[in-house]
T-cell receptor, first 116, second 116 residues
Framework: SQQGEEDPQALSIQEGENATMNCSYKTSINNLQWYRQNSGRGLVHLILIRSNEREKHSGRLRVTLDTSKKSSSLLITASRAADTASYFCATDSPPSVLQGAQKLVFGQGTRLTINP | DGGITQSPKYLFRKEGQNVTLSCEQNLNHDAMYWYRQDPGQGLRLIYYSQIVNDFQKGDIAEGYSVSREKKESFPLTVTSAQKNPTAFYLC???????????????FGPGTRLTVL
């Protein structure tokens, strides 16, 4: 089952512009995470936001979370060619029945292309 | 140099054959996971393991098997019962952060399996 849905599915912008990707989910969550995947590679963790947080920053990344709307957004400022990748949101929902593992549910991703 | 390794990078299988994908981590993580990714799609959980000698089915376990005899290793076998095994397989691991404590997952580089 897929809980998160990213929007848009694909985004193409010029280098230096800001990129915004959105994620919507269906059930209440413990936390929401964003990951990046370069073509043909594994995923790299970008940022984690807990359900009681509204905004987090990490370098050029800003993530917001609106639990009332069941949505999150990822903003990449001053984009660079190296930001070209697919971006996935992943949610961890209660009840967290796992004592030692975290069952994340991933969305289908947003393919971001930065044009030089 | 800590991380997760997966081998082989590319694997070709004839119909009716079982194949085993390797996943090793030296991060001292307790939890390990196997995901399947189809083109243009998000990740779907196959199996996960919280601790040595214990593992649980994920959302799409049919046709797959795993073992967890060592903390560092979590091999995945794709059996002949898996009707559509051609996909990109990703292994991940994470720490045990305690009940309700969120944590990121670290991913390997992936194995691309093609059935001929």
């Amino acid at each position: 089952s897929q809980q998160g849905e990213e929007d848009p599915q694909a985004l193409s912008i010029q280098e230096g512009e800001n990129a915004t990707m959105n994620c919507s989910y269906k059930t209440s969550i413990n936390n929401l995470q964003w990951y990046r995947q370069n073509s043909g590679r594994g995923l790299v963790h970008l940022i984690l936001i807990r359900s009681n947080e509204r905004e987090k920053h990490s370098g050029r990344l800003r993530v917001t979370l609106d639990t009332s709307k069941k949505s999150s957004s990822l903003l990449i400022t001053a984009s660079r060619a190296a930001d070209t990748a697919s971006y996935f949101c992943a949610t961890d929902s209660p009840p967290s029945v796992l004592q030692g593992a975290q069952k994340l549910v991933f969305g289908q991703g947003t393919r971001l292309t930065i044009n030089p | 140099d800590g991380g997760i390794t997966q081998s082989p990078k590319y694997l070709f299988r004839k119909e009716g054959q079982n194949v085993t994908l390797s996943c090793e981590q030296n991060l001292n993580h307790d939890a390990m996971y196997w995901y399947r990714q189809d083109p243009g799609q998000g990740l779907r959980l196959i199996y996960y393991s919280q601790i040595v000698n214990d593992f649980q089915k994920g959302d799409i376990a049919e046709g797959y098997s795993v073992s967890r005899e060592k903390k560092e290793s979590f091999p995945l076998t794709v059996t002949s019962a898996q009707k559509n095994p051609t996909a990109f397989y990703l292994c991940a691991s994470s720490i045990y952060g305690g009940n309700w404590s969120p944590y990121e997952q670290f991913f390997g580089p992936g194995t691309r399996l093609t059935v001929l």
